[in-house]
Structure formats: C-alpha cells, structure tokens
C-alpha cells in the first residue's frame, strides 16, 4: 500500500524561485525521508527527518515534519535547472527494513 | 567508490523465459531490497533481505524470487516472465550502523517482457 502521497503531483517553476512539496502518510512512523530521482535513474537520499525533529536543513533544503498532522513537506530554495526531477517521501512503519513510498512529484524548473 | 550495481540495465524478454537480475553493493550493508518503479503507482517493494539467508515478502511479491547466499548479492529471479512484469526495477541497500535507513539505490533495469 501507498502510505507517503505527495502533493502537487507536479510543478513547474522558474529558476531562482523556491519549490514547495508536501507529503502526507496514514500511520506512525520513525523517520520520514525524501529522495531525489533524475529521468529514469536510481533514487538518491536527499534527506531524513526523525519523528521526533519538527525540522531538518541540508543546503537549500529544508523539511518539516508535523506529526499530527501526518505530514511533511520539502523546501528547494533558490531553484536551479538542476533541481528538475521527482520527488519522493518514503515512511517507514516501525519495522525498520520496509521503506514506502509515495507516487512522487515532478519538479521542473524552466531556466 | 561506494555504490549498487545492476546487471543488465535493459532487457527484452519473451513470456515464460526464465531470467535473473544481479544486485551486488559493496558497502557491505545487512540490508536489501528490491523494488519495481510504473507510471501512477511509485516504487513498491517486492522482497527484502535483512541479512544473509533472511528474505522476506514485500507488497508485490508474486511472481518473483529472491535469494541472499552472500551479503553483497541479492539477485531477482523471474522464473516466469509475464507482460506484467514490465517496469523499471530497482536494488537497494543500507547498512544500520552507518546511516539509520538511508537506503542507496542502484541505477535501474528496464525490463520489457513481450
């Protein structure tokens, strides 16, 4: 089952501007992470966020969780066409080896 | 250089044509996975390895096997192939001790089963 869905499914911006996706999941978990994908190509980690951090930078990144809420959301400051790729959270369900991931968002950035 | 590789990257296959896909890490992590990546449904997980000769079912297991003789491979076996087995498959690997479920992810086959 799905348990991250992220929102937009997709979004295009112009360089310089920031991006902003949101993921939103169903159960407990205990840590939420996002991971970057280029057309195609492997996943790459970007970021994780423990559930009990409110919010986390790396960059120009910067993510937040809200746990009651059930949701997380990824900020891409200052775009760069480099950025264009899809988005994933991906939650784990207290069992530590099973990952799962949302449908993702499409990020692109018009230089 | 730290990394997951798998082999083939592309691969056209007729029904029923048993074949294997090899995922091999060698940064010695427990952990393994395998995933298949379609359009409007996200990665979902086939099976996973905790560790040598320990696998288990993920959400989409029918259809495939896996087996973990050796910490660094973890090969996808289809003893079976049907269409719907067409997709992007992925490999992945992390290791507890050195980043909390920070899974490394190999750079992807592409099957086509026609």
């Known amino acids: 089952s799905q348990q991250g869905e992220e929102d937009p499914q997709a979004l295009s911006i112009q360089e310089g501007e920031n991006a902003t996706m949101n993921c939103s999941y169903k159960?407990?978990?205990?840590?939420l992470q996002w991971y970057r994908q280029n057309s195609g190509r492997g996943l790459v980690h970007l970021i994780l966020i423990r559930s009990n951090e409110r919010e986390k930078h790396s960059g120009r990144l910067r993510v937040t969780l809200d746990t009651s809420k059930k949701s997380s959301s990824l900020l891409i400051t200052a775009s760069r066409a480099a950025d264009t790729a899809s988005y994933f959270c991906?939650?784990?369900?207290?069992?530590?080896?099973?990952?799962?991931f949302g449908k993702g968002t499409l990020l692109t950035v018009n230089p | 250089e730290a990394q997951v590789t798998q082999n083939p990257r592309y691969l056209i296959t007729v029904t029923g044509k048993k074949l294997t896909v090899t995922c091999s890490q060698n940064m010695n992590h427990e952990y393994m996975s395998w995933y298949r990546q379609d359009p409007g449904l996200g990665l979902r997980q086939i099976y996973y390895s905790m560790n040598v000769e320990v696998t288990d079912k993920g959400d989409v297991p029918e259809g495939y096997k896996v087996s973990r003789k050796e910490k660094r491979n973890f090969p996808l076996i289809l003893e079976s192939p049907s269409p719907n087995q067409t997709s992007l498959y992925f490999c992945a690997s992390f290791g507890r001790r050195i980043s909390y479920n920070e899974q490394f992810f190999g750079p992807g086959t592409r099957l086509t089963v026609l």
């Open positions: 159960t407990s978990i205990n840590n």
């Open positions: 991906a939650t784990d369900e207290g069992s530590n080896y099973k990952l799962t």
